[in-house]
């Protein structure tokens, strides 16, 4: 898998929380409005062609529209980063990773459980 740059993650945030597909033109509307972006459809435009050359999206034409189907989901990419985070920051250990987690952000009750579930389904 290929590393995203900041911007091109943001396009594919867009992307992942769209409950259908849509278009560059909405993707850029989209982007502006949750980043604060000034982004104008050629630079998203360069951002989803990037995407598509990475294999993380399909273009598909649709009469005169163009629309991206996405080939990689949210869930495999968030997977992948924190892999990536773990190997860098802490020497490949989950549990030092999620300890700096927690020391940064608050965890919740539902949290606790979750990662209690996570661990009582590893092996070892």
């Known amino acids: 898998m ?3 740059t900041t911007k091109e993650v943001q ?3 867009c992307l992942w929380d769209a409950s259908e597909k849509i278009t560059s033109s909405e993707i850029t509307k989209r982007a502006n409005e949750r980043y604060g ?8 435009s360069t951002f989803l062609t990037r995407l598509v050359n990475k ?3 399909k273009l598909e034409r649709n009469g005169k529209l163009y ?6 989901s949210e869930e495999e990419y968030l997977e992948y980063e924190m892999s990536r985070m773990a190997d860098f920051w802490a020497e490949g250990r ?5 300890a700096a987690l927690g020391r940064g952000k608050k ?6 459980h979750e990662i209690e579930a996570i ?5 070892g």
């Open 2 to 4: 290929h590393n995203l």
């Open 11 to 13: 396009v594919m945030k």
């Open 37 to 44: 972006c000034d982004w104008k459809l050629t630079t998203v």
């Open 55 to 57: 294999g993380f999206l």
């Open 67 to 72: 629309t991206y189907e996405i080939l990689v």
């Open 94 to 98: 989950a549990g030092k990773l999620v």
């Open 107 to 112: 965890i919740t009750e539902k949290d606790k």
């Open 119 to 123: 661990l009582d389904g590893l092996d």
